[in-house]
């Protein structure tokens, strides 16, 4: 049985199609790449490809200690995705370019390497537009483990090759 530390949500505004789970204070620069559509580990975290380039998204987040036994069936989830990321700080929080969800930090066990298991739902809604109320759904679960390859645990959204930005990318 997994033990959750904390589980929360909130309000994010994103902009620039992406939100992130990040370590530090510091908006990660690097171009994480195509990656698998969903969320792509970066240098100090991962990005999640919102779908909406502009507006707020619903986010909940949970920490455990393990992973959980079985895929969350709270909502019908679109899309779950899983990366490793790294955290040298161990101060992983969910944020975006502009904005920040109060939340404590996901980073539990200090320095080191975490999966994030990313659930999105609504993703083919809207997509690349700005919105004024939220169309798309998160939930982001976060537990240390060592570096493994992603997983896509499920992909249903007829746009869940990846965000515009990312099918952009594969274009060129």
């Not at 537009?129 to 390859?149: F, M, S, T």
Request: charged letters at 25%; one cysteine or more.
């Amino acid at each position: 049985m997994a033990i959750k530390r904390h589980n929360d949500g909130g309000r994010l505004v994103v902009t620039y199609q992406t939100f992130g789970i990040v370590d530090g204070d510091d908006w990660p620069l690097d171009d994480p790449g195509q990656g698998n559509g969903l969320v792509h580990p970066c240098g100090h975290g991962a990005l999640v490809y919102a779908g909406i380039h502009t507006g707020p998204v619903e986010v909940q987040a949970v920490s455990r200690e393990q992973p959980h036994d079985r895929i969350d069936d709270s909502r019908p989830w679109q899309e779950v995705a899983e990366v490793s990321v790294t955290a040298p700080t161990g101060y992983l929080r969910i944020r975006s370019f502009e904005d920040v969800v109060p939340l404590p930090t996901l980073g539990a066990a200090g320095p080191g390497t975490y999966r994030v298991r990313v659930y999105a739902d609504g993703r083919d809604t809207d997509i690349d537009g700005a919105v004024r109320a939220p169309v798309k759904h998160y939930r982001i679960e976060v537990w240390p483990a060592p570096c493994a390859d992603d997983v896509i645990h499920r992909r249903t959204a007829a746009g869940a090759g990846g965000s515009p930005l990312a099918r952009k990318h594969a274009s060129i």
